[in-house]
């Protein structure tokens, strides 16, 4: 059965440094991958998104993910973070279900960003 | 205002009781979803809805009954609400059925069951 696995719970990482999230997926055929944030009591938005196509995404505010089929992976960046940043993130695969489209998502990363 | 919207966003309600969830879209889209976020589980399916009197079970249906009378309304039933359905609740529309459309995500209700 398909999966989706962020091994890391809780990561904190210093205003200006470097970010990555990982995310590891289990799916038979090319995936579709997600990310998502989510702020604190808000729902989630679409960060950035791989269908096809080069492997390396740019997605928004600063945000890239390189998909890495050798590794199943598809991990979050960004090169430096700010404190607005602080929030959670969803790591989803996009697959077909009885014909129709759904995901699957990991169970989130806490990102918390120190002064 | 166009968007997803949730109603109520906060909802207390007592075990064994009637409990309904209304989520609203303005943009047309044929797909919509239920999802539940709980604490270590990340978001789960409930159910989804490809178009009107389109529904299909997803992930953790039990306990749930959805209807979709009108593309832009997908309201979520808890029959008799238990414990266990305490929750954040998430609606969830998409344009299309492939696997690479955006899902766009309402504000979400949290629900309380004493």
């Known amino acids: 059965a398909q999966s989706v696995t962020q091994p890391d719970i809780h990561i904190t990482v210093s205003e200006g440094a470097s970010l990555e999230l990982r995310c590891n997926y289990s799916?038979?055929?090319?995936?579709?991958l997600f990310w998502y944030v989510q702020s604190p009591g808000q729902g989630l938005q679409l960060l950035l998104k791989?269908?096809?196509?080069?492997?390396l995404v740019q997605g928004i505010k600063g945000f890239e993910a390189e998909f890495k089929r050798s590794q199943s992976s598809f991990n979050l960046r960004k090169p430096s973070v700010h404190w607005s940043d602080a929030a959670e993130y969803f790591c989803?695969?996009?697959?077909?279900?009885?014909?129709?489209?759904?995901?699957?998502f990991g169970k989130g990363t806490m990102l918390l960003v120190s002064p | 205002d166009a968007g997803i919207t949730q109603s109520p966003r906060y909802k207390i309600t007592e075990t064994g009781r009637q409990v309904t969830l209304m989520c609203h879209q303005t943009?047309?889209?044929?797909?919509m979803f239920w999802y539940r976020q709980d604490l270590g589980h990340g978001l789960r399916l409930i159910y989804y809805?490809?178009?009107?009197?389109?529904?299909d079970k997803g992930e953790v249906p039990d306990g749930y009954v959805v209807s979709r009378s009108k593309t832009e309304n997908f309201p979520l039933t808890l029959e008799s609400a238990t414990r266990s359905q305490t929750s954040v609740y998430f609606c969830?529309?998409?344009?299309?059925?492939?696997?690479?459309?955006?899902?766009?995500f309402g504000p979400g209700t949290r629900l309380t069951v004493l």
């Open positions: 969830a529309s998409s344009v299309g059925r492939t696997s690479y459309n955006e899902q766009f």
């Open positions: 799916y038979g055929a090319t995936p579709y």
């Open positions: 791989y269908f096809s196509g080069d492997t």
């Open positions: 989803a695969v996009g697959l077909l279900n009885s014909g129709y489209s759904t995901l699957t």
């Open positions: 943009w047309s889209h044929s797909y």
């Open positions: 809805s490809a178009a009107a009197d389109i529904t």
